[in-house]
């Protein structure tokens, strides 16, 4: 079965401006080195109702593996599960293992100094309270475990959203159980070419890629000051050494034909 993926992002924070979403950017680069590759991505509130409209949307898109990040700490707007749980009709309940999570990581926290007390409130303890049937991932440098919850066919991992404890979870925890999902092999490259107009280059990249089936290929925007256009050639396939060549071999051609093609950008003009 072919994995499609959806990112849910959820934050109030995140659609007021208040904090940049760098989490889903940095998954996408993870899941794309595994050779997956995302279908969608959403950012909404914290809002129960609204979360599970969002869990059950990309279901019914098609999503058999969905990742969400944040809300899963102690504070009142931290509802990401009980959204998810919603999206299912299944009650919430203290998780043995989360529990034991949550217990070891304040009682560590306290006995460092960090903060003043390692007793299980209720509000730390709501960190235990996962969707009947889900399991926790452990969570080694911050409070709150992941969770993964296998039901209709689909998985649904909830990170963090605190950017450490998401990368810790995600390199400590997922990633074996996310290789054994793995369908080949993944590479790309950037190239740079000294180039003035984009748009004469989309004859030579429709060119390229009738030539060379297989191969994805994308402007990238360039940074500030930057003249010159940046390509993004990515391929997959179920060998590392054909994929490897035939993004090497696009490469190859694009270069040349824009040599061939197209006039170079005068190196005293600064655009």
């Given at each position: 079965?072919?994995?499609?993926?959806?990112?849910?992002?959820?934050?109030?924070?995140i659609?007021?401006g208040?904090?940049?979403d760098?989490?889903?950017?940095?998954?996408?680069n993870q899941?794309?080195?595994?050779?997956?590759?995302?279908?969608e991505?959403?950012t909404?509130?914290?809002?129960?109702?609204?979360?599970?409209?969002?869990?059950?949307r990309?279901l019914?898109?098609?999503?058999?593996?969905?990742?969400?990040?944040?809300?899963?700490?102690?504070?009142?707007?931290?509802?990401?599960l009980a959204?998810?749980?919603?999206a299912?009709?299944l009650?919430?309940?203290?998780?043995?293992?989360?529990l034991?999570?949550?217990?070891?990581?304040?009682?560590?926290?306290h006995?460092?100094?960090?903060?003043?007390?390692?007793?299980?409130t209720?509000?730390r303890?709501?960190?235990?309270v996962?969707?009947?049937?889900?399991?926790?991932?452990?969570?080694?440098?911050g409070?709150a475990?992941g969770?993964?919850?296998?039901i209709e066919?689909?998985?649904?991992?909830?990170?963090?959203?605190?950017?450490g404890e998401?990368?810790?979870?995600?390199?400590?925890?997922?990633?074996?159980?996310?290789?054994?999902?793995?369908?080949?092999?993944?590479?790309?490259?950037?190239?740079y070419?000294p180039?003035?107009?984009?748009?004469?280059?989309?004859?030579?990249?429709?060119?390229v890629?009738?030539?060379?089936?297989?191969?994805?290929?994308?402007?990238?925007?360039?940074?500030?000051?930057e003249?010159?256009?940046?390509l993004?050639v990515?391929?997959?396939?179920?060998s590392?050494?054909?994929?490897?060549e035939?993004v090497?071999?696009?490469?190859?051609?694009l270069?040349?034909?824009?040599?061939?093609k197209?006039?170079?950008?005068?190196?005293?003009i600064?655009?």
């Amino acid at each position: 079965m072919n994995t499609q993926i959806g990112i849910l992002v959820i934050g109030n924070e995140i659609l007021d401006g208040i904090v940049l979403d760098t989490n889903s950017q940095w998954l996408i680069n993870q899941l794309k080195a595994l050779n997956f590759q995302v279908s969608e991505k959403m950012t909404v509130r914290d809002d129960t109702k609204v979360i599970s409209k969002a869990v059950r949307r990309m279901l019914s898109a098609g999503a058999n593996l969905i990742f969400t990040t944040g809300g899963l700490g102690p504070t009142h707007d931290d509802k990401t599960l009980a959204g998810v749980a919603m999206a299912f009709e299944l009650p919430v309940e203290v998780n043995d293992k989360a529990l034991k999570i949550v217990t070891r990581q304040y009682t560590d926290m306290h006995q460092r100094g960090m903060i003043e007390t390692g007793e299980i409130t209720e509000p730390r303890r709501k960190m235990a309270v996962l969707p009947k049937g889900a399991q926790p991932l452990d969570n080694r440098v911050g409070g709150a475990p992941g969770v993964v919850l296998d039901i209709e066919g689909a998985q649904i991992i909830s990170l963090p959203g605190v950017p450490g404890e998401l990368m810790w979870i995600f390199d400590n925890q997922l990633l074996t159980l996310l290789k054994g999902r793995v369908e080949g092999v993944f590479t790309e490259d950037v190239i740079y070419l000294p180039l003035r107009d984009e748009s004469t280059l989309a004859p030579i990249i429709d060119e390229v890629m009738q030539n060379v089936p297989g191969v994805y290929i994308k402007s990238m925007v360039k940074p500030y000051g930057e003249s010159g256009i940046r390509l993004w050639v990515s391929s997959s396939g179920k060998s590392k050494t054909e994929v490897e060549e035939r993004v090497q071999r696009v490469t190859n051609l694009l270069v040349k034909r824009s040599e061939e093609k197209l006039p170079k950008i005068d190196p005293s003009i600064d655009n």
